[in-house]
């Protein structure tokens, strides 16, 4: 069974960090494209970052500079490690999996919630 479970998240002040954590169970993790998206209020989910199995990585422009993601294939993790962080940045973070074009899956975490105050 395909699992994806975020952890990390909480209230941080302005300024502050939080980094976030994905843990997958399943075999699809070296094949997939890992990222985390997240959603705001009364907003559509956006991808934040991405990043491959062999270490290739994508940034939202918001998120270049301030945000990390990273990887570890050992322990089928992916990691968000999120630096200066503004109230803009309160959402619901999603871990996700996506295994598209080769293969036809995409996997979603159930999301962790992120509350920067100002």
Known sequence: QVQL???GGGLVQTGG???LSCGASGSFFSSSVM???RRAP???R???AAITSSGITSYELSAKGRFTISIDNAKNTVDLQMNSLNPEDT???YCNADGRPQFEYVYWGQGTQVTVSS
Do not use: D, F, T
């Open 35 to 37: 990222a985390w998206s």
């Open 42 to 44: 009364g907003n559509h």
């Open 46 to 48: 956006v991808l934040g």
């Open 91 to 93: 959402a619901v973070y």
């Open 5 to 7: 479970v975020e952890s």
């Open 17 to 19: 960090s939080l980094r």
